[in-house]
T-cell receptor
Framework: ELKVEQNPLFLSMQEGKNYTIYCNYSTTSDRLYWYRQDPGKSLESLFVLLSNGAVKQEGRLMASLDTKARLSTLHITAAVHDLSATYFCAVGTSGSRLTFGEGTQLTVNP | EAGVAQSPRYKIIEKRQSVAFWCNPISGHATLYWYQQILGQGPKLLIQFQNNGVVDDSQLPKDRFSAERLKGVDSTLKIQPAKLEDSAVYLC?????????????FGQGTRLTVV
């Protein structure tokens, strides 16, 4: 059974600081997705990573994928309050099924 | 482009009652998913449809949950009878028909509270 583990699960950081969220998974896959969820809202797609070494950046967020290490990272640069949300990674497997991690609840404090 | 539509947004029922949720995916999306998201956890796949056929329902509690996708478009998820532990947000998602692209687009969800 595929396991997807994120860490940390809770992250409180100050505005202007940098930090990285890690997503480890237990089986081979070359499809990794990052989603954002605001309280009471649905999931918003952030990044789609479809090959080893893929790196994508959008604003203050950058995601990367290392399929050999079965690891994806979401790096936050110079955090701002608007980034406060829960971030999920999800691994794609056969049949286009997604298996999600537990989520990282990020709080950015002024 | 219209997104994934779900209704109702909220539902409160007593245990042992039945409930149904409706989903209309993005036009042209052949694959439709129902996920269950319990508070504080990541979404868990319940069932996946490809057009009107079931691809994966291995995690669907079939003694109480059922789902259908008539005509390969709209879908309905039903719970009968509901238990307290079914309290969760039920998310519907769909994916475009492009080979190898499985980016899922999610609806707003239905928040179910069983009391």
């Amino acid at each position: 059974e595929l396991k997807v583990e994120q860490n940390p699960l809770f992250l409180s950081m100050q505005e202007g600081k940098n930090y990285t969220i890690y997503c480890n998974y237990s089986t081979t896959s070359d499809r990794l997705y990052w989603y954002r969820q605001d309280p009471g809202k649905s999931l918003e797609s952030l990044f789609v990573l479809l090959s080893n070494g893929a790196v994508k950046q959008e604003g203050r967020l950058m995601a990367s994928l290392d399929t050999k290490a079965r690891l994806s990272t979401l790096h936050i640069t110079a955090a701002v309050h608007d980034l406060s949300a829960t971030y999920f990674c999800a691994v794609g497997t056969s049949g286009s099924r997604l298996t999600f991690g537990e989520g990282t609840q990020l709080t950015v404090n002024p | 482009e219209a997104g994934v539509a779900q209704s109702p947004r909220y539902k409160i029922i007593e245990k042992r009652q039945s409930v149904a949720f409706w989903c209309n995916p993005i036009s042209g999306h052949a694959t439709l998913y129902w996920y269950q998201q319990i508070l504080g956890q990541g979404p868990k796949l319940l069932i996946q449809f490809q057009n009107n056929g079931v691809v994966d329902d291995s995690q669907l509690p079939k003694d109480r949950f059922s789902a259908e996708r008539l005509k390969g478009v709209d879908s309905t998820l039903k719970i009968q009878p509901a238990k307290l532990e079914d309290s969760a947000v039920y998310l519907c998602a769909s994916t475009p028909p492009y080979p190898g692209n499985t980016e899922a687009f999610f609806g707003q969800g239905t928040r179910l509270t069983v009391v």
